[in-house]
């Protein structure tokens, strides 16, 4: 299986406070990407990577930064959380030999904004 | 845009069978299902490639109509480890956009 962590697994925090969550992947592939899961709105693509310091927008970027400085890290930041951003976040990247939209999930992580 | 998926949920006994849709407003070049378990994150089932190629992990089948923008997903004889929320996702050159699912509950 690929290899793929998030972390923090579970987070609480406050209205206007910075929240970064990190993906790491060992597969050393060029592509990764964040997503949010909300009820009635399955996933929905934030921002995503298509090598070291190449991102781009996805569906939902408003509200939220990324960077990729290493291959097997991309950064997602939350500038100033805002209730409406609790969600479940998840980070994926291709599947090993397959189309790079054959996509392997993170166990996600948890973000609840106070 | 979201691909639309229907029915939003299906309850089903087992070894009945089931198809869940997926319509897309934009030209289809492929279209990718996957299913996700109560808590856990979702897992890639199959794709179905413009001009007809098929790749899947599990015995589970699919079509893929170019022309209607469309794609379904058939359950047939269902098991209890079926249930789960079901996800197409429109592929759109580099990355995916995903339907809202179809919540499928299997009883014994």
């Known amino acids: 299986d690929a290899g793929i962590t998030q972390s923090p697994r579970h987070k609480v925090t406050e209205t206007g406070t910075p929240v970064t969550l990190r993906c790491h992947q060992t597969?050393?592939?060029?592509?990764m990407y964040w997503y949010r899961q909300d009820p009635g709105h399955g996933l929905r693509l934030i921002h995503y990577?298509?090598?070291?310091?190449?991102?781009d927008k996805g569906e939902v970027s408003d509200g939220y930064s990324v960077s990729r400085s290493k291959t097997e890290d991309f950064l997602l930041t939350l500038e100033s959380a805002t209730s409406s951003q609790t969600s479940v976040y998840f980070c994926?990247?291709?599947?090993?030999?397959?189309?790079?939209?054959?996509?392997?999930f993170g166990p996600g992580t948890r973000l609840t904004v106070l | 845009q979201q691909p639309v998926q229907s029915p939003q949920a299906v309850i089903l006994r087992e070894g009945e069978d089931a198809v869940i849709n997926c319509s897309s407003s934009?030209?289809?070049?492929?279209v990718h299902w996957y299913r996700q378990k109560h808590g856990e994150a979702p897992v890639f089932l199959m794709i179905?490639?413009?001009?007809?190629e098929q790749k899947g992990h599990e015995k589970i089948s699919a079509s893929f109509n170019e022309k209607k923008q469309q794609s379904s997903l058939y359950l047939t004889a269902s098991q209890l480890s079926y249930s789960g929320t079901y996800f197409c996702?429109?592929?759109?050159?580099?990355?995916?956009?995903f339907g809202t699912g179809t919540r499928l509950q299997v009883f014994p």
């Open positions: 990577s298509y090598g070291v310091k190449d991102t």
């Open positions: 994926a990247i291709p599947l090993a030999g397959g189309h790079y939209n054959e996509q392997f």
């Open positions: 179905l490639l413009k001009g007809g």
């Open positions: 934009k030209a289809l070049y492929s």
């Open positions: 996702g429109a592929g759109d050159t580099d990355k995916l956009i």
């Open positions: 597969e050393n592939h060029r592509y």
